[in-house]
């Protein structure tokens, strides 16, 4: 079975240019009940590298999460494989702003391979 590979894509994100004049006064309740419209442009995917080479997990369903593992400041990525719950954390070598991710190593509990709950 093949892998998932990590894609990410970006959105940038504007909110809707706001009425002005009477409509926009007799709208108010209104508009402060309903979210408000918003346009999304999507940039194009990249595909996250790590240690030179493509992220991609053995089995599909990857659950990337980003966050400071080590406690040094920098976001490292954290992708969980659906398959036997295998928990790969690859750390962040370079900056918050521009990232150099390592080669992944799993998650380690006290075992052979750390495992997270699935399913």
């Not at 402060?32 to 999304?40: M, Q, Y």
């Not at 997990?57 to 406690?71: K, L, N, Q, S, Y």
Request: aromatic share 6%; net charge negative; hydrophobic share 40%.
């Amino acid at each position: 079975m093949a892998g998932a590979t990590i894609v990410v894509g970006f959105a940038l994100v504007a909110a809707a240019p706001q009425e002005e004049g009477a409509a926009s006064r007799s709208n108010a309740l209104r508009a402060s009940l309903e979210p408000p419209v918003r346009h999304v442009e999507f940039e194009p995917p990249v595909r996250l590298e790590a240690g030179g080479k493509a992220i991609d997990t053995e089995i599909g369903h990857a659950a990337p999460f980003v966050c400071d593992w080590d406690g040094d400041g920098v976001r490292d990525l954290l992708v969980g494989q659906f398959g036997g719950g295998v928990l790969w954390i690859f750390h962040n070598e370079g900056t918050n702003e521009r990232p150099k991710l390592a080669s992944g190593v799993k998650f380690k509990d006290g075992g052979p391979d750390g495992r997270v709950p699935t399913g």
